[in-house]
């Protein structure tokens, strides 16, 4: 029998956000920010489509679980139930230790058990809440992103969508809005939905159900506009959809976040209840495609249904940080592009002649009066501008206006260095051209043009008495600068196994739709983004027919009719990289008029350990005439997704050089006749004089033209020039933390650096601190003796000598793996993701764990010394082999626990 999948993991694991050691929140009753302690995901074999099955068999194979359960002993605290044959079978269960899960996995007819995890919904970048159609920040062309995408050409020809069916998963939706319809039900723009959660529901707490999925937070409201906001509105705008059906199934409550066995369920709900579509703007950086809500997801887009999940808006975290559930290998993921109009302010100048500074903001900044500036840096080509503390010479910054350069770490991290010397103002500005959109939290701050910002600190270098005001009216909406770009937010791919994520990239920035109380608001995100291609969907969906056939083409026919698009407006700088654009910008016209089919729509080339140069696709003529093609390889810019003599992932924008793979089409040119088809092969080489240790992911295009100049499509490719499995995936400097890590971190917040004693009374707890700088497939901390025979990759203090070997058996892979002397495992985490360097409610910078006197499977270690061993495998690397992890031994622990 195949062995169940197992995650498993200690309920004091926890991921945080802190800069000063002091400040980490290393408590022993404290968990995991996403993982729900002591709750499990079970999935069972699905039995239904065995030969002579009868019916009620997914139901018997549960309970057939649930007795095993029962006979050993265990507990059974079911939760929630899955019955969805063929896609989903299985049940969340609260259990009493890892050790009960790991007796589960055991069980006959368990396919795998995952913990359940916390996703958090995706807050818009920007939102700002229209007052009035005097408002400066309406959009003089409210259907501009229709136009970007030929949606208008397709509302022309009459097809908005009708017939079709939309499952929202969010917030809910508020049906009341005269623009949604007014009402809820059959008959209605919302015919239905449901609410799993309630008001109160925050992804810690119990949920309250109802059949009312009535949206407390807007998010929801703003989606559902996207797609199918009725025309007649005195804003102008419509949805890419309106004449669809929507459903509502909320899944959040007025704060907080989900647990992901309810994204499950109202997956699964959805299909249930007959959508043709499911939509879901959440996520949380995942890295793989390994989640439980990310695989059903997947399942349910192979199995006919068509999902759009959104990309993420970590784009400032850099390479490798790609979210989930939009992970989900057969789910269309959505990147998002800014719009073509966006809403600006505008600073005054005073004390010197100037022209206004614009700043890119919905709303105006709450300052008032006049402030000077103060830069800094006096050098305005400064690469890494406050990455780190200020220096004790900086002045109180509370009184003034500080200008930061972009570039080098993640914008909190500069908004921490200056908020730790009184700034309580800031202006970013940008290392590139365009104006920017930093990520800043709740920190009064705003991202301007390279050249205003250059020219303020050359008017701070010269010592000018020049001073910014921000007048809290008079805002406008410009022409963008960026528009048709990716936004800066959007989160870069791959997923840690090399997916093709995200997939294709939609209108997401400055985005007008609805909001609750028959409201109308601008905001931004790949949450914008995703409901656009869902409408697309729609739209597709109506023109092709609702087969199954038609939406497992629908990703497809986006990647290969999308739009490619540049790193900037700049012809002569490169494609933007593939990893954060996917195939391009959606165009729903080309898409459904495709005459020609090209499959599939991207190529995986993988790392060069398993590199496949040889590719193929098809390209089939629908038309009833001969059709020529001659193909052409576009490459895209190859982005070093790797720092320079670093360990770290590349931060946003990641760097990109010209350097490209090289590729042999055969053939480059045919004629293809009517209902025919012909294959291409590619031969790739990936491209030369590039450094691998920077992990340089080279992308591109290969261009299909026909006859006319609008009759082109593409085939995407992506590939690595590199070897996953050498990327150091544990992190052992201190640059992040202040202090090299791993580490021991003692009672006094310090860092252990000799043999050091612990009682596990009154807070006398070690925890140990660590740091991802890549995704891990596992992570394993085991006990070990403190002379242990084993040398880490990762340097350690102490005498080095053999000992008798004593194993857990159930916790070893084999190989020389199994042959580390462990005295008993205390944790393993499986297909986790990298931490980034953002110190803020939402940040992920470290992880710790708090030791508890047992091992993993309960049983009580006795007082004596030990060390503990980390262990992390690199990606595609082999369990068995312990060349392939990383490792540290930590200093000598002391386990002194008083007699009771």
């Known amino acids: 029998m195949k062995a169940a999948h197992f995650w498993a993991l200690l309920p004091t694991f926890l991921c945080y956000s802190a800069h000063a050691l002091a400040a980490l929140p290393l408590h022993p009753d404290s968990t995991n920010l996403r993982v729900v302690p002591n709750r499990f995901i079970v999935e069972v074999e699905d039995l239904t489509n065995v030969p002579n099955s009868t019916p009620g068999a997914a139901k018997r194979s549960l309970e057939a679980v649930y007795s095993a359960i029962q006979a050993r002993g265990l507990p059974l605290d079911i939760t929630r139930e899955f019955d969805a044959p063929g896609l989903f079978i299985g049940a969340a269960v609260v259990l009493n230790s890892v050790e009960d899960a790991a007796t589960v996995a055991a069980i006959p007819g368990v396919k795998a058990i995952r913990p359940v995890t916390l996703v958090p919904r995706l807050r818009p970048v920007q939102s700002h809440t229209i007052a009035g159609t005097d408002d400066p920040q309406l959009p003089q062309d409210s259907q501009s992103t229709h136009k970007m995408t030929g949606v208008d050409k397709l509302h022309a020809q009459g097809v908005f969508g009708k017939g079709i069916k939309i499952g929202i998963i969010d917030t809910g939706i508020d049906y009341t809005h005269p623009a949604l319809g007014g009402q809820l039900g059959p008959g209605h723009k919302v015919i239905g939905g449901y609410d799993f959660v309630g008001d109160a529901y925050t992804g810690k707490n119990t949920p309250v159900p109802d059949d009312d999925p009535q949206d407390c937070v807007g998010h929801g409201t703003h989606v559902a506009g996207i797609i199918g906001a009725n025309p007649g509105n005195a804003y102008g705008i419509s949805g890419v959809a309106y004449e669809a059906s929507l459903a509502g199934y ?78 989900a290998v057969d789910a269309i993921s959505v990147a998002s592009v800014e719009n073509t109009v966006i809403p600006v302010q505008n600073a005054t100048v005073h004390g010197v002649q100037h022209d206004p500074i614009t700043y890119f903001s919905s709303d105006p900044l709450p300052v008032e009066g006049e402030l000077p500036i103060y830069a800094t840096s006096t050098d305005p080509t400064v690469p890494d501008d406050a990455c780190n503390p200020l220096p004790d010479s900086t002045p109180d910054l509370s009184q003034v206006v500080v200008i930061v350069r972009r570039g080098a770490c993640t914008f909190m991290t500069k908004i921490q260095n200056i908020a730790a010397k009184g700034a309580k103002v800031a202006l970013i500005y940008n290392n590139v051209n365009g104006i920017l959109s930093p990520a800043v939290g709740d920190f009064v701050a705003s991202g301007i043009s390279a050249a205003d910002g250059e020219y303020l600190v050359q008017q701070f270098v010269a010592g000018a008495p020049i ?42 920035g400055g985005i007008l739709s609805t909001v609750p109380n028959n409201g109308f608001a601008v905001q931004s995100g790949t949450s914008m983004a995703t409901p656009f291609v869902a409408g697309c969907a729609a739209l597709l969906l109506e023109v092709k027919g609702k087969t199954k056939e038609v939406a497992l083409s629908a990703r497809t026919l986006f990647e290969t009719t999308a739009k490619a698009i540049g790193s900037s407006k700049d012809d002569k700088d490169p494609l933007q990289t593939l990893t954060q654009q996917g195939a391009g910008l959606i165009n729903a016209f080309d898409a459904i008029h495709a ?85 291409v092969m590619a031969v790739f080489h990936p491209p030369r004089d590039v450094d691998s240790n920077r992990y340089p992911v080279y992308s591109g295009f290969i261009e299909v033209n026909g006859p006319t100049g609008a009759d082109s499509y593409h085939v995407s490719y992506l ?115 990298r931490n980034n360097e953002e110190f803020s409610e939402v940040g992920n910078p470290y992880n710790s764990y708090a030791f508890r006197p047992t091992f993993a499977n309960g049983t009580t270690i006795p007082n004596g010394s030990y060390r503990v061993l980390v262990r992390a495998l690199r990606v595609t690397g082999n369990p068995s082999n312990e060349d392939h992890y990383d490792s540290w031994l930590s200093p000598i622990i002391g386990i002194q626990v008083p007699a009771a």
């Open 250 to 327: 909320r899944i959040f409550g007025c704060d907080g976040d989900v647990s992901d066995d309810i994204i499950v369920a109202s997956l699964l709900r959805g299909v249930a209840d007959g959508m043709d579509i499911l939509t879901l703007s959440l996520g949380g950086p995942e890295g793989w495609t390994e989640g439980t809500s990310t695989v059903v997801a997947s399942r349910i887009a192979a199995s006919g249904k068509i999902v759009t999940i959104a990309a993420g808006n970590d784009g400032a975290s850099g390479s490798w940080y790609a979210s989930g559930p939009g992970t």
């Open 467 to 508: 001073k910014l005001s921000f007048p809290q009216s008079g805002g406008a909406v410009i022409t963008s600068p960026t528009g048709g770009l990716v936004s800066s937010f959007s989160s870069y791919g791959p997923s840690n196994d090399f997916y093709f994520k995200p997939s294709v990239a939609a209108p997401g």
């Open 595 to 679: 005459k020609t089919i090209v499959s599939p729509g991207q190529l995986i080339l993988n790392d060069t350990l398993s590199f496949r140069s040889i590719q193929t696709f098809t390209v089939r003529n629908t038309e009833n005439q001969p059709k020529s093609y001659k193909l052409r390889h576009s490459p895209a810019g190859t982005a070093l997704t790797v720092r320079e003599n670093s360990i770290f992932p590349s931060l946003g924008p990641v760097p990109l050089i010209p350097n490209a793979a090289s590729v042999t089409l055969v053939p480059s040119s045919f004629t293809v006749l009517p209902g025919q088809s012909q294959k």
């Open 719 to 833: 590939g690595l020039a590199g070897r996953l499995r050498d990327k150091q995936v544990l992190d052992n400097t201190d640059t992040v933390l202040g202090i090299k890590v791993p580490a021991i971190i003692t009672p006094a917040e310090d860092a252990q650096v000799g043999p050091a004693n612990y009682t596990f009374v009154n807070g006398d707890v070690p925890h140990l601190l660590w740091r991802m700088v890549f995704g891990t497939p596992s992570l394993r901390v085991d006990l070990v003796d403190p002379n242990i025979d084993f040398k880490p990759t990762f340097s350690r203090r102490g005498p080095s000598r053999a000992i008798p070997f004593f194993s857990f058996p159930d916790w070893r892979i084999g190989g020389s793996f199994s042959k580390v002397k462990i005295l008993g495992p205390l944790m393993q985490l499986n297909y986790i993701s």
